[in-house]
């Protein structure tokens, strides 16, 4: 009996962790560049997320951002996995999204 309870668990952790694995998940990444550090970080972390809205996806996990200074300006690259949950939203651009 026990060992039937054993193989049970294992069958249904297996289909759960198959289930995830099958998701629409892709790395999506955006771009920010402006005059100083802390508004670049803003406009890569926030179209980011405008990004994945508008694609109909869900952030999974931590967001990566790298900034790199220039000679005027700083530019930063944030990047996150996402998950497909709904149908793509209209957009204009990454700041510019249409409630569906």
Known sequence: ?????????????????????????????????????????LFSTHGLANIIYGQGRVGKGPVHTKCEDGSGTTTCHSSQTAC?????????????CFPA
């Open 1 to 41: 009996m026990r060992s039937l309870k054993l193989g049970l668990v294992a069958t249904a952790a297996f289909c759960a962790l198959s289930a995830t694995a099958q998701a629409d998940c892709v790395k999506v990444g955006a771009v920010g560049e402006a005059v100083t550090h802390d508004i670049a970080v």
């Open 84 to 96: 497909k949950v709904t149908t793509p939203k209209t957009c204009l651009g990454a700041w510019l």
